[in-house]
């Protein structure tokens, strides 16, 4: 079961580690991402048909999301960053469902990228910071230094231990709920593809059974990511009542 | 277990790098078209309801105009009513007031005009009495009567044509 990927250090650099399955990964995910996206969104008329109704229920969902955490007048400025978060997380997770793709020697080119750690914790670490950064943009300089101070000084070093708390918790809830789907599903499809053809119908139905819950997983963990990103932004935008 | 050489800085960066680039090309070509269009859509509705409103009160108006016109011309036209039936009333008195002048006009001129034709009526009996006499005083005096029993018979007549006016 231990997984290994194709890695390569850049120029030769010895910190400068690429895991190349997972570049190729997470671009095909994009990719996806974008493709439906742009594809669904060809035909906008002002009486929404089909795919059009679709993709308004999502910015529609996604306004929720935000209008359940904060005020409207910053909310309106995360609107897209929600919407990518959540297609990018959820068609990620999907990624390994159908399928998985390994070599012989267990060398994996095709899983949920987002069953990665360093993947997940990056994204939540690039989206603390961007909290960081709209913070200071939406109140000022002075407001988000005083922040830290509330609602008592004493409170200051716990301001910044919840930051890289956050950031772990962020990234390795996603990272190991995904991994654990995918373990849990090579290990299935392991046993009946190995064991012979009584494990193969045996190990059938609780496959499916597990393919179901993993999509179930995927969309509830693309949910989290994108709530937990806006309640984490509504800490650093709103304004204190 | 997390060597510091195993961690791929280049994924991550890629990653977040690729991130930012796919959430420009959705916005460029995908959901900002679709936002602005539920804006306009929001925005559709809105003048919709607000113009909607705007003619249920002109409606409105209109209807409180139209019931105080129809007012109006009930009022106007009891008005009419009233006036023709006095106009009526008064034309009808006028009538028989006039028709009262008249006849008691004709009365007057008939009564008058008996009452010439009475006065020629004696003036010719008159004529015709003195016409008499003499007829009488040639026929008393043609038959030798004698004179008492002449001025009885003068007397007599006259008497008799005098009852008589």
């Known amino acids: ?241 | 277990m997390f060597d510091i050489y195993e961690i791929e800085w280049v994924n991550a960066l890629y990653q977040i790098a690729a991130f930012g680039v796919l959430l420009w090309l959705l916005k460029k070509f995908a959901f900002g078209p679709i936002m602005d269009m539920m804006e306009k859509r929001e925005q559709h509705v809105a003048d919709q309801i607000a113009s909607a409103e705007k003619n249920r009160k002109d409606a409105e108006k209109y209807l409180a105009e139209q019931r105080e016109a129809i007012q109006a011309a009930r009022q106007e036209a009891k008005e009419i009513v009233e006036n023709s039936k006095t106009m009526s009333d008064q034309q009808a008195s006028d009538v028989l007031a006039n028709a009262r002048k008249e006849a008691d006009r004709m009365k007057q001129s008939a009564v008058a005009e008996i009452n010439t034709e009475k006065e020629q009526a004696i003036s010719a009996l008159r004529e015709q009495v003195s016409t008499l006499s003499v007829l009488v005083a040639t026929k008393v005096i043609e038959k030798e009567l004698d004179e008492k029993e002449q001025e009885k018979l003068i007397q007599d007549t006259l008497k008799e044509v005098g009852e008589d006016l």
């Open chain 1, 1 to 241: 079961m231990d997984s290994k990927f194709l890695k390569m250090d850049l120029f030769g650099i010895p910190w400068l580690t690429v895991n190349i399955p997972n570049l190729i990964l997470t671009t095909v995910a994009m990719a996806i991402v974008f493709f439906v996206s742009y594809f669904m969104s060809r035909k906008i008329r002002m009486y929404p048909t089909g795919a059009q109704n679709a993709l308004e229920y999502l910015v529609q969902f996604i306004k929720n999301i935000i209008s359940s955490t904060m005020d409207w007048k910053q909310g309106k400025n995360f609107v897209m960053l929600g919407i990518t978060i959540i297609l990018y997380v959820f068609v990620a997770n999907m990624m390994g469902v159908p399928f998985e793709l390994a070599t012989a020697d267990h060398e994996v080119w095709w899983n949920s990228p987002t069953s990665n750690p360093v993947l997940t914790i990056s994204l939540a670490a690039f989206i603390i910071i961007l909290t960081h950064i709209y913070g200071w943009k939406l109140k000022g300089p002075k407001e988000y230094g005083k922040d830290y101070f509330r609602p008592a000084f004493f409170m200051a070093p716990f301001k910044v231990v919840e930051d890289f708390s956050n950031t772990l918790t962020l990234g390795m809830r996603l990272y190991a709920n995904i991994f654990a789907k995918e373990m849990i599903m090579v290990m299935l499809v392991g046993l009946g593809a190995t064991t012979g053809i009584f494990w193969a119908f045996a190990a059938f139905l609780p496959l499916v059974v597990f393919q179901a819950f993993s999509v179930f997983i995927g969309s509830l963990q693309a949910f989290i990511f994108c709530m937990l990103t806006m309640v984490y932004m509504s800490h650093k935008v709103s304004e204190e009542h």
